[in-house]
């Protein structure tokens, strides 16, 4: 890649999906480049933060629609690319984390069998130097005692750990560009950031590119170089991290004025069958 190529370019990125009433766009015309740095999305649920990083890796489960008019990893076209392709592309090049390791890792396999597998299926290495490299990885998370850890089943294992383990697992082929998709939410706020360290560093010494998706903008903020803002499937604003404070979108304000309150009921998602507009005291008309 040269130096004035993006590691990932995206334009007018669309995700659709069929409904009784028509096309619901669950993401809306999505454009924005991401070099080696980490790029925050934000928004609440449903606004399409997790629905845009599924499709850059195509998994995006049928009968949704992705096009796009331009969707480039490292200069190559990824809707135009085969399915095996991309399956070389998924974990070697782009891999992704999971909001909850429950659901990701199998739990009839220890974790570090896991961790080694993913390593000999886009290394073609031996058995042994798979586990050499797997219990490697479980130092670079942090976990102690390797060893220990390796022979685990991921019910054995705590939350915090069982999201390192993921992290453990994606990265071992060593890709270019990470996915974490709220890897820290359903962590307490000192596991939190210690896998937020954990990430900063692993990005740092790698020079890898990532996506951090989350619906905590104070979190985002600490964490990202640049932040989209997400809604209705929208990218409503984009800035550096560091100019977040004067956000121009009335959602954006809206966010970082909002504190939730238990006295007053929750507002209400947007219908996704319509584009919503924005009335002139920031509020959905």
Partial sequence: MTDNTPLLDVSNL????????????????????LGREKLGIVGESGSGKSMTGRS??????????VTADRLAFNGEDLLAASPRRMRDIRGR???IVMQDPKYSLNPVMTVGRQIAEAYRVHSKAGAAEAKRRALEMLAAVRIRD????????????????GQRIMIAMMLIPDPDLLI???PTSALDVTVQ????????????QRGMGMIFVSHDLNLVASFCDRILIMYAGRVVESCRASELHA???????????SL??????????????????????????
């Fill in 146 to 161: 390797p060893e220990r850890v390796y022979d685990r089943y991921p019910h054995e294992v705590s939350g915090g750990m």
């Fill in 193 to 204: 950031m210690q896998v937020l360290a954990i990430l900063d560093d692993l990005c740092s």
């Fill in 14 to 33: 669309r995700v659709a999906f069929p409904t009784r009433t028509g096309m619901a766009e669950a993401v809306r015309g999505v454009s924005f480049t």
């Fill in 93 to 95: 090049r782009i891999a």
């Fill in 260 to 285: 939730p309150r238990i006295d007053e009921p929750p507002g209400d998602l947007p219908v996704l069958s319509r584009d919503p507009a924005w009335s002139a005291d920031g509020l959905e008309a």
């Fill in 56 to 65: 850059i890796l195509r998994l995006v489960p049928p009968p949704g629609r």
């Fill in 247 to 257: 956000a121009q979108h009335p959602y954006t304000r809206g966010l970082l004025a």
């Fill in 180 to 182: 974490a998709d709220e």
